[in-house]
């Protein structure tokens, strides 16, 4: 049968509204965590990044709110656009070096 | 500036071949990250350079995989003996350090292997 990992979550929003992308990590010895955007074909892009001495942190349209509690991180795009549809991913860094990728969130915007 | 340049963007290889997969990071860069990711699923860490050494190889899959960066800028990824689950996009990063803070790291747009 097919891998459970080609079906990636995916959300879907209507043009306008609001998405909110749900991401829980998995080492509470973390202290730095990204989302990035993938588009079809491209790499990963940054968007938005966070440490563990914050719990919130807002740029142009995206704000990620980290709740060190539960270990849960979550993306939030303000008036969704087309262009925002994509594979979201969140990273965190396990207090080393590298990044830590999660599995990913499709969004879908319709018009 | 340029961002992260990976060459080739495709490359298909027959089974036990040898290949080589280039990334030229964005001037300045001094840490430099290879990921590997399959359909459907987030880059998976294979290793990092910090200037021209290897500081972290965990996760290379064995031996058959092995990435050089001899003067601290263009690296590249060497897989010998390829196999059909090779097949996978490379993804190359680079950031201006590494180190437990963490820092934005900027991605290429990846190699894509096909190992028939």
């Known amino acids: 049968g097919e891998s459970v990992g080609l079906h990636l979550p995916t959300l879907s929003v209507q043009e306008g509204d609001n998405s909110i992308i749900n991401c829980a990590y998995s080492?509470?010895?973390?202290?730095?965590f990204i989302w990035y955007k993938q588009e079809s074909g491209k790499g990963p892009q940054f968007i938005i990044d966070?440490?563990?001495?914050?719990d919130k942190r807002q740029g142009q349209r995206v704000t990620v709110l980290l709740n060190k509690t539960v270990k849960h991180l979550s993306l939030q795009i303000a008036a969704t656009q087309p262009g925002d549809s994509a594979v979201y991913f969140c990273?965190?860094?396990?207090?080393?070096?590298?990044?830590?990728f999660g599995t990913g969130t499709r969004l879908q915007v319709f018009p | 500036g340029a961002g992260v340049s990976q060459t080739p963007s495709n490359k298909v290889t027959e089974k036990g071949k040898y290949v080589e997969l280039r990334c030229d990071p964005i001037?300045?860069?001094?840490?430099l990250y290879w990921y590997r990711q399959s359909l459907g699923q987030g880059p998976e860490f294979l290793i990092y350079?910090?200037?021209?050494?290897?500081?972290?190889d965990s996760g290379l899959p064995n031996d058959r995989f092995f990435a050089v960066r001899p003067e601290g800028s263009v690296s590249t990824l060497k897989i010998q003996r390829t196999e059909r689950g090779d097949s996978a996009v490379y993804l190359c990063?680079?950031?201006?350090?590494?180190?437990?803070?963490?820092?934005?790291?900027?991605f290429g747009q990846g190699t894509r292997l096909t190992v028939v």
């Open positions: 990063a680079s950031s201006l350090s590494a180190g437990t803070g963490g820092t934005e790291a900027f």
């Open positions: 080492n509470s010895a973390s202290d730095y």
């Open positions: 966070i440490r563990s001495n914050m």
């Open positions: 990273a965190e860094n396990g207090n080393t070096d590298k990044l830590i």
């Open positions: 001037s300045g860069h001094t840490a």
């Open positions: 350079f910090q200037g021209t050494g290897a500081a972290d």
